[in-house]
């Protein structure tokens, strides 16, 4: 599915931890994607885990120190995606998809169906797994 037809549909989207980890490291075609979405004002929304998931890859894998990922965060993350609370709630609805998902990955779609969030911007696969969730990453 094109850029521009994804953008008709949606209006509001669910960030997975690699768009944060990508935003973080500088890759373009990542960074390019995010404006466009910024630019054609689709609302952003992501929950603490991504936030946390984010830190440590940046640090495990790319060697960026905490505090550098924790000012990403704080000065761009922050500023444009709204973070959703995770509680007892999305845990119950997680339980529903542990058997399909990563426990984190289930919380993350019980935190979008918690808030009629239906599409998440992800490279991660398994979330086709999800008939309700629409995912949707960069297009080369």
Known sequence: ???????????????????????????EKVIRFFKDLLMKKVKLYTNVLVLDEGIYISKKKYGIKYEDTINFLDSIILTYVNVLNIGPNEYRIAKRYMNILK??????????????????????????????????????
């Open 1 to 27: 599915m094109s850029l521009r037809r994804i953008f008709i549909i949606i209006d509001k989207a669910f960030l997975d931890a690699n768009v944060v980890i990508y935003l973080n490291v500088g890759e």
């Open 103 to 140: 426990p984190s990955d289930a919380l993350h779609v019980a935190t979008m169906l918690s808030n009629h969030i239906t599409t998440i911007i992800s490279e991660d696969r398994d979330f086709d797994k999800i008939d309700s969730i629409k995912r949707v990453w960069v297009q080369d």
